[in-house]
């Protein structure tokens, strides 16, 4: 593959820096940092262009704090001068990215999503009798700085880019060149091409017929638990090895007993939530009662906690479960 180059001056091109803020402050626009930053936008902007022109780009500190769903884990909010930065260079960089990936990679991509890969796995589970499911332990927490450098260096030419990846890279770590920061959206582009690599591997060199990626979710199917066995053990074998990561033990099993993924389980003519999203759908839904019968919520935060709880309810079989709990809205 031809590697990409002459993108390094279009990142600090002003109409790009002023989209990078416009997607950076979505969602945030009345928090205080945004609007001290909105004031001063131009001036801002113009600072990271001339840190950009002069290659001495500095990352500032990260704020960091632990959410606990759907699983504990600590997120690192980078401010948000970095938060432009980054956009900047994905506003760019995208398309290269985005030209690596597979159509069976379905994390942050335009047009895939949770959803779609739910639907597609639908669909293989029918197909075929058997499955098998792998995840990295501590996925972000265990790439490898040095390596992902190399490959970025075999997709982009631009020198000033690849230093631009690397200071931004470098800026955090777990153990010794190791990890990257949970939040920043760099770092789901990082995490999502690196492990592209496994998927061109199963795909292309293992003929995986039936394969599904979810970031570090990785589900393949078939007829043959012999077949499937050998394709596990290379898969493991190159992630291993060549990616430097460690897997978790697998699953692998028949379709009819149903296929864990993505907080759902999957039969051949149902879905049911997973004990976890089970579990947590009724807390939050009593949570979120308690708040508005408190006075604490009105009715439009309610909903707008509640609707996305429903949603992720709604596409597993839970119309019973819903009926009983959602005491003052039903969207059925």
């Known amino acids: 593959m031809k590697r990409a180059g002459n993108l390094y001056e279009q990142i600090y091109d002003m109409d790009n820096l002023r989209l990078a803020f416009i997607k950076a402050r979505r969602g945030k626009e009345s928090k205080p940092g945004v609007l001290q930053y909105s004031k001063n936008i131009e001036k801002n902007l113009l600072g990271i262009r001339s840190s950009l022109f002069s290659g001495e780009i500095e990352p500032g500190e990260y704020h960091f704090?632990?959410?606990f769903e759907p699983k504990e884990r600590l997120i690192c909010a980078a401010t948000f001068n970095d938060r432009?930065?980054?956009h900047a260079i994905i506003n760019v960089c995208h398309p290269v990215f985005e030209k690596y990936q597979i159509y069976d990679s379905y994390a942050t991509r335009i047009g895939k999503g949770q959803f779609a890969a739910l639907e597609l796995a639908k669909v293989f589970q029918k197909e075929y009798r058997w499955f098998c499911k792998l995840d990295v332990r501590k996925y972000f927490d265990s790439v490898g700085h040095a390596l992902l450098m190399q490959l970025l260096s075999r997709r982009f030419k631009d020198k000033r880019l690849l230093s631009l990846?690397?200071?931004i890279i470098h800026s955090y770590h777990v153990s010794p060149g190791k990890g990257l920061?949970?939040?920043?959206?760099?770092s789901q582009y990082f995490a999502n091409f690196f492990l592209a690599h496994a998927d061109h591997y199963i795909k292309e060199v293992l003929s995986a017929p039936a394969y599904i990626r979810y970031m570090?979710?990785?589900v393949f199917w078939g007829n043959s638990k012999d077949e499937l066995i050998k394709t596990r053990d290379a898969f493991v074998g190159f992630i291993q090895n060549q990616l430097e990561l460690k897997v978790k033990p697998s699953c692998l099993n028949s379709s009819d007993i149903g296929l864990p993924f993505l907080?759902?389980?999957l039969f051949e003519k149902l879905v049911r939530l997973n004990k976890h999203s089970k579990k947590r759908f009724l807390t939050k839904m009593s949570d979120y009662n308690q708040m508005l019968e408190n006075g604490i919520w009105g009715q439009k935060e309610f909903a707008?906690?509640?609707l996305p709880l429903v949603a992720f309810a709604k596409f597993a079989d839970t119309h019973d479960l819903r009926s009983r709990h959602l005491l003052l809205m039903e969207t059925g």
Do not use: A, Q
Not at 181 to 186: A, D, H
């Open 263 to 265: 907080g759902y389980v």
């Open 216 to 218: 570090d979710d990785m």
């Open 65 to 67: 704090f632990t959410i």
């Open 84 to 86: 432009v930065l980054h």
């Open 181 to 186: 920061p949970i939040g920043n959206l760099t």
């Open 165 to 167: 990846f690397e200071t």
């Open 304 to 306: 707008n906690h509640v």
